[in-house]
C-alpha cells in the first residue's frame, strides 16, 4: 500500500511544466508548484509559447501591439508634427528594447523552460533556508514588476488622454469611423487605447526580464550566504573548493545567458537617452515643455529604470562573490592565531575574545554595514580549524584571490570599478553633446 502510494507521488511529482509539448519534459513539475504565479503572468503578457496556438497569440501580439500600433501610431495619426515632435525617438527607443526584451524571452522560455532558466532544477541540494528565501521572493517578484510599471503607465495615461482630448475632431476624415465627423470622439478613444496598450505591453515585456535577472542574482546571493557558513562548520578544503566551484559555474551560466542582453540594453538605451538629449537641447523650432516632451522623459525614465534593475543586480552579486575572498582571508588569520593560541601554555579568554572581532555589539552598532554585506557580518567560529593545516587554508586563499566569481559581459566583470567607469564614459560624453549644442564647455 505504502508502495503503491509513493508510486502515485512520484507519478505526480513528474508531470511536464508544459505537457502540451513534449520538448519541455525536461523541466519536469506539477500544477500547483512554485511556477504558477509565473506560468499566469507570462499568459497575461502573452509570452507564454509552450505550445503551437500560443506561440501564434503571443507573435501576433507582439507584431501587433509591438510593432504596429507604434508605426501606425507616428506615421498615421502624426497629423499635427508640432504637438508630438519627439514622437520618433520615443517609439524608436522603447520598441527596440522591448523587441530586444522578447526576444531574448522567447529564446529563454524555448530553450530551457521556466525551471531551468530561474535554476529552480538545482534546489535540491540547497538548504531550507535557501529554498524558502527563493520562494519568497519567486512570490513577491510580480509585486515589485507592478511597482516599476504603474508609475510609468500612470503617467503615459495621463499624457496620453491629454493628448487625444486637445486633438478630438481634427483627425484626418480617413481615419473616421464610419466616415463621419459625429464619430470623432470614437476614433479618438480607440486610438488613445491602442496607444496605451502598446506602451504598457512594450514596458512590461522589458520589465519582466529585468526582474527576472534580479530574481535569479537573489538566489545565488542566497547560495553565498550558506557558502560562506561553510567557514565555521566545516572541515575538509575540499568541500569548500567543490562548492566555491559550482556557485561560479552558475555565475557564468548567467553571464552567458544574460551577457548579449546587457549590453544591448545599455547600447540602446544610451543612445534613446543620447538622441532625446541631442532633439531637446539642440537647435530645434520646437519649444521644450511638459506638453510636448512629457513623453519622452516617462520613455527615458523607464528605461533606465529598468537598466539600473540589470546593472545593480549584477554589480551586487559580483560585489558578494568577490566579499567571499575577503571572507576566506579573515578565516586563515583568525585560524592561524587560533592555532598559536591553542599552544600556548596559558591560554586565556581574553585573547580568544580579541582573535575574533566580529562581536554581536559591533554587528549591532552597524545596522548599515550588515544591511550593505551579510556575508561580513557572520560570525567566524572554526570549530574544526585544528584539523586544516595550515598549507591548507593558504592554498584555498590563494586559489580565492586568482579564481574570482561574478557577472561577466564579454569578459569584463560588472563590478563597482566598471560601473563608475561606465559612469565616467557617459557624463564625459554628455558633457561633450551640451558643449555642442547649448555651448557647456
Same mark, same amino acid.
Given at each position: ?16 511544466? !508544459? ?8 523541466? !519536469? ?73 522578447? =526576444? ?17 532544477? &538545482? ?6 533556508? +535557501? ?13 515589485? $514588476? ?75 546571493? $542566497? ?27 552558475? =555565475? ?16 540602446? +538605451? ?54 567571499? %575572498? ?7 588569520? =583568525? ?12 591560554? %586565556?579568554? *581574553? ?6 572581532? $566580529? ?7 552597524? *545596522? ?10 557572520? &560570525? ?50 554628455? $558633457?561633450? !553633446?551640451?558643449?555642442? %549644442?547649448?555651448?557647456?564647455?
Amino acid at each position: 500500500m505504502a508502495r503503491s502510494g509513493g508510486e502515485v507521488g512520484d507519478n505526480y511529482a513528474r508531470q511536464p511544466l !508544459l505537457p502540451r509539448k513534449a520538448s519541455y519534459t525536461r523541466s !519536469l513539475s506539477h500544477a500547483g508548484d512554485e511556477l504558477k504565479s509565473f506560468r499566469s503572468c507570462l499568459r497575461w503578457l502573452c509570452v507564454d509559447q509552450s505550445d503551437t496556438p500560443r506561440a501564434v497569440v503571443s507573435w501576433s501580439l507582439f507584431f501587433l501591439l509591438g510593432l504596429f500600433v507604434p508605426a501606425a501610431s507616428h506615421f498615421l495619426l502624426i497629423y499635427s508634427p508640432a504637438r508630438r515632435p519627439y514622437d520618433l525617438a520615443v517609439q524608436l527607443s522603447l520598441t527596440a528594447v522591448s523587441a530586444l526584451s522578447y =526576444l531574448c524571452l522567447s529564446a529563454f522560455h524555448r530553450r530551457y523552460g521556466l525551471r531551468r532558466f530561474l535554476f529552480l532544477d &538545482k534546489l535540491v541540494g540547497e538548504s531550507e533556508r +535557501v529554498r524558502l528565501g527563493y520562494t519568497i521572493q519567486l512570490n513577491s517578484s510580480f509585486r515589485l $514588476l507592478a511597482l516599476f510599471l504603474m508609475p510609468s503607465f500612470a503617467g503615459d495615461v495621463a499624457y496620453k488622454v491629454w493628448w487625444h482630448a486637445t486633438g478630438a475632431g481634427r483627425l484626418p476624415e480617413y481615419l473616421l469611423f464610419f466616415g463621419w465627423r459625429g464619430a470623432a470622439w470614437v476614433s479618438e478613444a480607440a486610438a488613445c487605447g491602442l496607444e496605451l496598450a502598446s506602451w504598457v505591453y512594450r514596458m512590461a515585456i522589458f520589465f519582466l526580464i529585468c526582474v527576472l535577472f534580479r530574481l535569479i542574482c537573489y538566489l545565488q546571493i $542566497l547560495r553565498l550566504q550558506d557558502f560562506a557558513a561553510i567557514f565555521r562548520e566545516e572541515s575538509d578544503v575540499a568541500t569548500v573548493l567543490r562548492e566555491h566551484l559550482r556557485i561560479r559555474k552558475q =555565475l557564468r551560466i548567467i553571464s552567458h545567458r544574460y551577457r548579449a542582453f546587457i549590453l544591448s540594453c545599455l547600447v540602446l +538605451v544610451s543612445a534613446g537617452n543620447f538622441a532625446s538629449l541631442l532633439l531637446t537641447t539642440g537647435h530645434h523650432h520646437t519649444e521644450v515643455n511638459i506638453a510636448n516632451a512629457g513623453e519622452l522623459a516617462l520613455c527615458s525614465i523607464g528605461l533606465m529604470t529598468g537598466l539600473l534593475i540589470c546593472l545593480r543586480s549584477a554589480a551586487k552579486i559580483t560585489h558578494k562573490a568577490q566579499a567571499i %575572498t575577503s571572507h576566506a582571508a579573515t578565516w586563515h588569520v =583568525l585560524a592561524t592565531i587560533e592555532s598559536f593560541d591553542a599552544d600556548t601554555e596559558e591560554p %586565556t579568554s *581574553e585573547t580568544s575574545a580579541n582573535a575574533y572581532p $566580529l562581536s554581536n555589539s559591533t554587528a549591532e552598532s552597524d *545596522e548599515e554595514a550588515r544591511d550593505e554585506d551579510e556575508l561580513d557580518d557572520m &560570525k567566524l567560529m572554526p570549530s574544526h580549524v585544528n584539523t586544516i593545516s595550515f598549507q591548507k587554508r593558504q592554498a584555498l586563499v590563494t586559489y580565492l584571490e586568482n579564481n574570482r566569481a561574478g557577472i561577466t559581459v564579454f569578459g569584463f566583470v560588472v563590478d563597482r570599478s566598471w560601473l563608475h567607469g561606465l559612469f565616467m564614459i557617459e557624463f564625459s560624453l554628455i $558633457l561633450w !553633446l551640451l558643449g555642442k %549644442t547649448i555651448g557647456i564647455s
